[in-house]
């Protein structure tokens, strides 16, 4: 969503705007398209997937994207009697810099990721560090970034799955490797972000962009008045709502790992364990079927008679929920996430301190800021095979909720210059100096 987001704020200063998208995900602009039927145009593209399961998939199908969709692009361009004058693509296209670079257009970057992964993602597929021996799978091998603000080092198991899967002279890797660096060498960056929790990494792209290109508009979701999660509101939507409305202020622990993550089954009985222990009123977002879950059942399992005794303050709920509006919510007071970008924003600009269990991808690097760096979460776990203990655990959530943790204090002043930062501040400011500069390109 951060995306139609985004798009949403550019149609509302007035550019117009063609959006290439899958057929399978037209139904998403819909809002969209009904609020700006003259600005807004689609240029629907074929949805491929691959399936060969002896290629990477996030390689394999940069790959086939490229193939398919660059074609229909440069055509769309080349024959359009009025063609837009930039190209603003998400990092997972970074083949669109070398197509924009064809067709003499601007390409910018718009990055899912925080400013201090997109700085580790550049300093690593430029360096390229690896092993000495290659057929070493120790994962304690640690990787240190000294040209990256702060100096951070991850172990090998923390970094990208895809960087992880990289092999030298592959020829979807090394497609994938182009990809990247494309990302680096485009005009400039679209951060959903903005400057007061990422000043040092924004200023540091800055300086590897060479310029001021690098626009820092977050959060996103806060400027946007048209799109919203793409969901319609259900009966257990209300019924969550309802509940929480019935909880004191702050005394709610709201637990979601996102769309793309799904508990083994012992994670899933250890946590239930904790929250059952740790006394505390919870929300619970369960996820669907996982590899670790041979019974055939239709989600994230819950241990026998775990709902029953946890009736009275626990709240279960399978699927999608409204996660701007529960973390809105005066009775929300902690949230054990997962790190992923657009949750921690979303988190941060409601005032909500974070308990952390970074599972892949951009998730560790995000962890670290916000513990490390910033103070304004608490590190639970981490790993997508971690076993946690329950005891352990079943503290961590009950302190989460103490009025005095300093972590508290900490994002609440973080919120206040989120949303100074979208109102009058460094976000709005960004966006109608990028708006101002595209504006400009020669039609």
Avoid at 270 to 295: D, I, Y
Avoid at 425 to 437: I, M, T
């Amino acid at each position: 969503m951060p995306f139609l987001n985004l798009i949403d704020q550019l149609l509302t200063r007035g550019l117009r705007v063609t959006m290439a998208v899958t057929t399978n995900n037209l139904h998403l602009l819909q809002p969209l398209l009904s609020a700006y039927p003259s600005s807004l145009q689609t240029l629907p593209l074929d949805h491929h997937e691959n399936t060969d399961p002896s290629r990477n998939w996030l390689f394999a199908n940069a790959r086939a994207t490229y193939d398919l969709h660059s074609p229909v692009l440069l055509k769309f361009f080349q024959s359009h009697p009025s063609p837009p004058v930039a190209i603003i693509s998400d990092f997972f296209l970074g083949w669109t810099n070398q197509l924009a670079s064809q067709l003499g257009v601007p390409r910018i970057v718009f990055s899912p990721s925080p400013s201090c992964a997109l700085s580790v993602y550049y300093s690593l597929w430029r360096e390229l560090p690896h092993k000495d021996d290659p057929n070493d799978d120790d994962k304690d091998f640690v990787v240190s970034f000294p040209n990256v603000p702060n100096s951070p080092a991850y172990s090998v198991d923390q970094l990208p799955d895809y960087y992880i899967a990289y092999k030298e002279g592959n020829a979807d890797s090394e497609f994938y490797r182009d990809c990247e660096l494309g990302n680096v060498a485009s005009w400039g960056v679209l951060l959903n972000s903005f400057t007061e929790l990422e000043r040092v990494y924004i200023d540091h792209l800055k300086e590897v962009h060479g310029g001021d290109r690098v626009w820092a508009v977050g959060p996103v979701h806060r400027g946007s008045q048209v799109v919203n999660s793409g969901e319609k509101s259900s009966e257990s939507t209300l019924e969550l709502m309802t509940w929480l409305d019935e909880c004191s202020t702050s005394s709610v622990v709201f637990v979601s790992f996102g769309s793309w993550v799904t508990l083994t089954d012992e994670q899933v009985s250890e946590l239930a364990e904790a929250l059952e222990q740790s006394g505390v009123h919870f929300v619970w977002r369960v996820n669907g079927v996982h590899k670790g879950n041979n019974t055939g059942g239709e989600c994230e399992v819950m241990p026998d008679g775990f709902r029953e005794r946890v009736a009275d303050r626990g709240f279960v709920t399978k699927g999608w929920v409204p996660q701007v509006e529960i973390l809105s919510h005066p009775a929300v007071g902690s949230f054990l996430t997962h790190c992923g970008w657009s949750s921690v924003v979303e988190a941060v600009t409601e005032g909500v301190m974070m308990l952390t269990w970074p599972m892949s991808a951009d998730q560790f690097i995000n962890a670290k800021l916000l513990v490390e760096e910033l103070g304004v979460a608490v590190r639970l776990r981490e790993g997508t095979q971690t076993i946690p203990e329950s005891g352990e655990m079943a503290r961590i959530l009950a302190e989460s909720l103490d009025p005095n943790m300093p972590e508290r204090a900490r994002v609440k002043r973080l919120s206040e210059a989120a949303l100074e930062a979208v109102k009058d501040g460094s976000s709005k400011r960004d966006l109608d100096e990028l708006v101002k500069q595209l504006g400009q390109l020669k039609k």
